[in-house]
Structure formats: structure tokens, C-alpha cells
């Protein structure tokens, strides 16, 4: 450990100045933007922004467009955190499984969608679904299935959107959850097969209570991601049909930057990060009363 | 003669090599659909039922991406974006290496302030974030496009508990034989921190090449849109033209495949680096 007078702080100022101006003092600001009108002529003269209080909070309690939006969020929750750490999850189990040349050069394949462009893979994916002339109406086709509106069914919408995401997000996670077996000893397997265990009951009692910390943290960072889900659907829907696809993310975009009302939209994005703060938090303490029970 | 058990330990390995190629082949799928799409000819492209290959490939595509439209620039601007990531690398680097061998007066409530910086959500930061770029006339320039992400609170964090294992003697020696400070990080300390380094540069690619969001938000002169938001434009404006899309897409996605294939090791260690914060 050195002392020294301005070098230490010579080396930390770039990257600290830059991680508060974009990561801390945007809250703040946030803050106090929620409680005022600001919108585009606010941003061109500062003077045209007054202070109204509490008003954006009261009117986003009475739109029912942000309800829907965090209604909507709050499936994708729900459906996708199973499937994401569950699919994630058994990829994992069965590639650490499965050793050889082979199975190490499928799992490149594994983590390819995790480093794609969502825009490009979007695209993709559209065309995929497309109604006309998309791959998957075709294979339906041959068992009779007329065409199915993956896109513009209201429910459907929704399913197909949530596809891609899951498609996407499983690479990162089967990483990081095969890291955590790889650092798992091989004696404690081996042990429990001698004591007779079956390979299904050592997975089951050794190898998943093992992973208890990897299966929570994955858990946690993808209810976050899910949260704050947007780029899928703000590519392949826009949040439509009728608005079945806009999660709460793309409800404060659009409010913020197509109607300009960066006054509402901050008073959404405050009640938003609450709302991951409060589930993030529940998520620990459930955490903790598991550990020590 | 085989044991039964061993027949079956052999017949499950099978099975679930099997079961990996299955799901190796519908992960890979989409893209090899992206590769296939982008030769096909415009016509072929919205054939129904559509052909696995193109019948009759093609480079159209890609040329008139070029040519009609101004993928040219939007590849170079992303370039650009990435270019300038290079310094968020160095950035957090000095910074870790700060934290990691200085003793300094409010060290601890900085070190706190960047791991705090990993609990904003970006829908929080969205908004103010923009304001701020305007405040400072940075909205619509490449720089602004780069800046929010520029520096990332676990890449600091990576750096400090990386360069905490380089042994304080190697530093007390370089400055002994009169190195300056500056002179040590840049000759000893970066040299030895080759690992993490590999990692975070590569990890900055991936994050600038793909970034969307803010591009969107900050580049509302065509001429500053990257390819990602060029991209996100051909869906809006051209809805029946898949060839073109999907060629746009390959442009945007092979670089990162081809940086992947090569540097997969580095990559999946700073995703599964990413599972122990």
C-alpha cells in the first residue's frame, strides 16, 4: 500500500467522475424532474419547467396505460425467470455431464445468443414468425395448422415475444451456472456413488443444494433483467398489438422520448426502481431465512 | 463382456449427447436462418414455402446496403463507438489500480459509490441521463453515444480484485530503480494485469458493437445512428424486404460471432466473473 498525495486520485477521477454523472447524479435528477412538468420546452429553456408537486405520481396511479404496462411486466416475470433458470439450468447439468471433444464444442452453441445484437436477432426472429411467408408457419402448415399471428395475436404476442428473450438470456446464465458445478468437487459425487446413489439422486441431493447460491443469484439478476425487459418487444411489436407487449420499460420510453414528457416519465422510472428495490430486497431476506432455518 | 451397468452409463451418455446436439442445433438455427436469408434474392426471401438455401445466391443485399442505404457510415460510427470504449478499459483499470494499492482519504465512500452504481436500474438513469448529455451539448455526438456506458462499476471492481494479487514488492522494486508512478501502471502493473484486461476488452466490444439504447436516444441526426439503430430503422421502414434485413442483421452479428469464436475463453470467463459480484 502506498501513500500518496494526488496520484491515487489522479487514477481514480476518470472512471469515478463518469460513474457518477451517469450512475449516481442521474438519480437525483430523476428525482426531482418526476416533480416538475418538464417536457420539450422545458428542455430548450429551463425557465419554462415548474414545480407540481406530486402531481405526475397522482396521474400515473390513475392511468390505466401504466397499470397494463406493469401488469404486463409482471407475466413476463412470471413466465420467463422459471424458464430462463430452469432451461439455463438443465443445459448446464447436461453439458458438465456430458464430457468428451464433442460436448465442449457444443457448448460454444450454447453461448452464441448471449453475445448478439438484439436488434439483428430481432429481425431474425420476426421473419421467423412472419405470417405470410415465416419458416415456423410453414412447419405448422404441414400438420394442417392454418396461419397463426405470432405477432399480432393480442395473447400470442406476448408468447412469441417472450421466446426470444428466453432464447437469448439462457447462454449467459448456463455460463455461470456451469462455473459453479465446474467448482464443485468431484470427491463429493464420487462419495455419494459409492454409497449407491443413482445419478439422478446424486444430482438431486448433492449437486442442486450445492448450487443453492448459483440458482439464487441467477434468479435475482434475471427477475431484474425481466423487469426491466425492452428490447425485444421495442423491436418486434413496439409494444402492440393494442399495447399487449409494452412492458414498463418501453411505457416510460415512449412517455420520455416520442410524447416528451420527461416530468411523468421520471415520476414512472422513480416507481419502477422502487418496485425493483422492494422485490430485489424480498428476494434477499427470503434468502437469508432459508439459510438459517 | 460389458457389465449392464455399463451399457447403460454408455446408452445414457448417448442419449444425452443426443439431447445437447438438439438443442445446440434450435440455438443455433435463427442465425444459420439470418446467414441463409441474407444470399437469398429478394423474391426468394418471401417465398412461400420458403427454401432452407438459397436457390440462387446473391451479394444484391449486402450491396445495396451499402449503396441505397447508408450502412457504410453506420458501420464505421459503430467502430468509432467501440474505439472510444478502449478508454472506459484504461479508465477502469486506473481506477481499480487505485483502489487496489493506494491508501487515500475517502477511498472507502468512493469504492462504495461505484459498487452503488450497479443497483441503478438504466430506466431510472434513461432520462436524466439525456438531460444531462443536452446540459453539456454532448446530444448527437458519437462521444455523448459512448459516455454512458463508457465506465462500468463491476469492471472497476474486476480490475481492484485483479491487481490486489500483484505482490507490492514487484511495485516498491519499479520504484526503487526510479520508475514514476504513471511509468509503473503503464509498464508493470498493465503488463502483469494481462488476463483481465483480455476480458474487459473484449467484454467493452461485445457492449459497444451491440448497444442500442442509448444510440437510440442520444443520435437523432441520421448521420450518428450506429448499426443497431440503422437496423431497428430497416424493420420500420422496409417491413417486406427479409433479404435486405437479414443481410443487415449478418453485417451486424458476424463480427461479434467471428471476435467470439476467438476469444470465447475470455468471454465466457467475464460472463461467469459476472455470477460472483
Known amino acids: 500500500m502506498r501513500r500518496a498525495s494526488l496520484v491515487p486520485y489522479l487514477f481514480v477521477s476518470p472512471a469515478l467522475l463518469l460513474l457518477i454523472a451517469f450512475g449516481i447524479l442521474p438519480i437525483g435528477v430523476a428525482a426531482i424532474v418526476s416533480l416538475t412538468d418538464m417536457n420539450i420546452s422545458g428542455l430548450a429553456n429551463w425557465s419554462n419547467v415548474e414545480f407540481i408537486g406530486t402531481a405526475n405520481y397522482a396521474a400515473l396511479v ?5 397499470w397494463r404496462a406493469l401488469g404486463n411486466t409482471g407475466l413476463f416475470v412470471v413466465v420467463g425467470v422459471p424458464a430462463i433458470v430452469i432451461i439455463s439450468l438443465a443445459a448446464a447439468l447436461l453439458l458438465d455431464r456430458a464430457d468428451g471433444r464433442f460436448a465442449r464444442a457444443l457448448r460454444s452453441f450454447y453461448f452464441v445468443p448471449a453475445v448478439t445484437g438484439i436488434v439483428a436477432i430481432s429481425l431474425v426472429w420476426g421473419y ?16 394442417g395448422i392454418p396461419q397463426v399471428q405470432w405477432l399480432t395475436d393480442p395473447w400470442l404476442a406476448k408468447f412469441s415475444v417472450a421466446v426470444v428473450a428466453i432464447w437469448r438470456g439462457t447462454g449467459l446464465n448456463t455460463i455461470i451456472f456451469l462455473a459453479a458445478l465446474q467448482g464443485i468437487p468431484r470427491e463429493y459425487r464420487e462419495a ?14 448433492i449437486v442442486l443444494p450445492l448450487l443453492s447460491f448459483a440458482i439464487f443469484f441467477v434468479t435475482v439478476t434475471t427477475t431484474i433483467a425481466w423487469l426491466q425487459f425492452f428490447d425485444e418487444p421495442f423491436v418486434l411489436t413496439d409494444g402492440g398489438p393494442l399495447g399487449t407487449t409494452t412492458s414498463a420499460s418501453i411505457f416510460l420510453y ?7 414528457q420527461f416530468g411523468y416519465a421520471s415520476a414512472g422510472s422513480i416507481v419502477l426502481f422502487a418496485i425493483i428495490a422492494v422485490i430485489t430486497f424480498v428476494q434477499l431476506r427470503l434468502r437469508r431465512r432459508d439459510e438459517e432455518s | 463382456m460389458r457389465s449392464p451397468e455399463a451399457v447403460r452409463r454408455r446408452a445414457m451418455t448417448g442419449a444425452i449427447l443426443l439431447l445437447l446436439s438438439v438443442g445446440a442445433i434450435t440455438t443455433a438455427f435463427p442465425l444459420l436462418w439470418m446467414l441463409a436469408g441474407g444470399f437469398k434474392p429478394q423474391r426468394e426471401a418471401i417465398d412461400f414455402p420458403p427454401t432452407l438455401l438459397p436457390q440462387e445466391p446473391t451479394l444484391d443485399n449486402y450491396l445495396r446496403l451499402f449503396s ?13 463507438v467501440v474505439l472510444i470504449g478502449a478508454f472506459g478499459v484504461l479508465f477502469m483499470a486506473m481506477a481499480g489500480y487505485a483502489f487496489a494499492k493506494y491508501r487515500f482519504r475517502g477511498k472507502g465512500v468512493m469504492f462504495f459509490l461505484v459498487l452503488a452504481t450497479l443497483m441503478i436500474p438504466v430506466q431510472v438513469t434513461m432520462i436524466p441521463t439525456y438531460l444531462i448529455l443536452n446540459g453539456v451539448k454532448l446530444t448527437n455526438t458519437l462521444v455523448g453515444i459512448a459516455l454512458p456506458t463508457l465506465v462500468s462499476g463491476f469492471g472497476v471492481f474486476l480490475f481492484r480484485q485483479f491487481m490486489s494479487t500483484i505482490p507490492d514488492e514487484v511495485l516498491e522494486a519499479a520504484r526503487v530503480d526510479g520508475a514514476g508512478e504513471l511509468r509503473t501502471f503503464f509498464q508493470i502493473v498493465l503488463p502483469m494485469s494481462r488476463p483481465i484486461l483480455a476480458v474487459q476488452a473484449v467484454l467493452a466490444f461485445i457492449t459497444g458493437w451491440n448497444s442500442f439504447l442509448w444510440p437510440l436516444i442520444v443520435a437523432s441526426d441520421q448521420k450518428l445512428y450506429t448499426l443497431s439503430v440503422g437496423l431497428s430503422l430497416l424493420n420500420q421502414q ?5 433479404a435486405l434485413q437479414m443481410a443487415g442483421a449478418s453485417l451486424m452479428v458476424v463480427p461479434v460471432l467471428i471476435v467470439f469464436a476467438v476469444f470465447q475463453r475470455y468471454v465466457v470467463q467475464g460472463f461467469a466473473l459476472s455470477g460472483l459480484k
Open chain 1, 62 to 66: 390513475a392511468d390505466p396505460d401504466f
Open chain 1, 128 to 143: 421467423l414468425y412472419n405470417t405470410q411467408f415465416g419458416l415456423f408457419n410453414w412447419v405448422l402448415s404441414w400438420f
Open chain 1, 192 to 205: 455419494a456413488a459409492l454409497d449407491g446413489a443413482g445419478e439422478w439422486r446424486t444430482t438431486r441431493s
Open chain 1, 254 to 260: 415512449k412517455e420520455g422520448f416520442r410524447l416528451n
Open chain 2, 68 to 80: 441505397e442505404l447508408d450502412f457504410g457510415r453506420y458501420l464505421l460510427n459503430t467502430v468509432l
Open chain 2, 238 to 242: 422496409i417491413a417486406v424486404d427479409p
